[in-house]
């Protein structure tokens, strides 16, 4: 099975409620954290404040494809969705590139109208009051290994702004011990998220291609040594899981 792809249409002129949209897909299973196995229609928009060594979605943060990047308006977006979902309302799963740089409120106030639930997944370096109207907020601060660092203002700011409404959580991408001690200790900052550990893909594909090879040996060999860690560490709160998409469909992409 593989989900469904619409390109993104109706392109319209950029204004303050347009959105930049890289691709929307579905209905797929949500692979990572809080949501896996839920089905999901996913809405990716285009560009990022971060550029991650190992990002496995560069078509969506590397400006060399933003010509693949499309303005849209919610009532466009949301038809897309909906010719997906036929017509049944499902959870839209918000992400990027980082979705916070868009302005996101129009579109979540519109779809929840309509019956749909929002979730999104960013890295926390910036925070927009419609976090509120979301109903999980997936924050996935980046480790040592990504190359960035982290503004733990900013981070807290996300968290402020989503307030008590949605349910906002942790995840890491871990790759080797330095990314577990980072996970560790803004996990200890922030007692009260839940937390949720993925093992990092070192064989991201490259943007040009939409299915490149992947090492999934080496992916379930860190996979065990996470959970060894866990365990050792006695880290008993913490959620240890695969990409569950990755698992399934590799590297391919719109899945
Ligand atoms: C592509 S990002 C987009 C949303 C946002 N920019 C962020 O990083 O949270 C979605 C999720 O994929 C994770 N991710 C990206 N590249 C990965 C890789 N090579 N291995 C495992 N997870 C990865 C990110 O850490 C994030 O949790
Ligand atoms: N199935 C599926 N689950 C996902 N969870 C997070 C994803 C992402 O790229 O943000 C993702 C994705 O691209 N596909
Ligand atoms: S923050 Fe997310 S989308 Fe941006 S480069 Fe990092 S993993 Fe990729
Ligand atoms: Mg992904």
Same mark, same amino acid.
């Given at each position: 099975m593989t989900a469904l792809v619409l390109p993104a249409m109706h392109p319209v002129t950029l204004d303050a409620t347009t959105i930049r949209i890289s691709e929307i897909f579905g209905p797929t299973i949500q692979g990572e954290g809080a949501l896996i196995g839920? &089905?999901?229609?996913?809405? %990716?928009?285009?560009?990022? *404040?971060?550029?991650c060594s190992w990002c496995d979605t560069l078509h969506a943060? *590397? $400006? /060399?494809? %933003? @010509? *693949?990047?499309? &303005?849209?308006t919610p009532e466009a977006i949301m038809m897309q969705v909906e010719i997906l979902s036929g017509g049944q309302p499902i959870t839209i799963s918000l992400s990027g590139g980082n979705p916070a740089i868009q302005p996101l409120g129009d579109l979540i106030a519109l779809g929840r109208q309509m019956g749909y639930r929002f979730a999104l997944e960013t890295q926390g370096s910036i925070a927009k009051d419609w976090f509120a109207d979301l109903d999980i907020l997936t924050l996935s601060p980046k480790p040592p290994s $990504?190359?960035?660092?982290?503004? !733990?203002?900013? !981070?807290? /700011?996300? +968290?402020?702004?989503?307030? +008590?409404?949605?349910r906002s959580v942790l995840k890491f991408v871990v790759f080797d011990d330095e990314d577990y001690a980072y996970a560790r200790s803004i996990a200890n900052r922030y007692r009260d998220l839940d937390v949720y550990l993925q093992p990092g893909n070192h064989t991201p594909p490259p943007p040009s291609e939409t299915d490149a090879l992947i090492d999934m040996d080496g992916i379930m060999t860190r996979m065990r040594w996470l959970i060894d860690k866990v365990g050792a560490d006695r880290w008993f709160s913490a959620t240890v899981l &695969?990409? =569950? @998409?990755? =698992? +399934?469909?590799?590297?391919l992409r719109g899945v």
């Open positions: 839920k &089905p999901t229609v996913f809405v %990716r928009t285009g560009g990022c *404040d971060y550029r943060v *590397d $400006s /060399a494809y %933003r @010509h *693949d990047w499309t &303005p849209m $990504s190359g960035m660092e982290t503004d !733990l203002e900013a !981070l807290d /700011a996300c +968290i402020a702004a989503a307030g +008590i409404n949605p &695969p990409q =569950l @998409h990755t =698992l +399934i469909w590799g590297n």
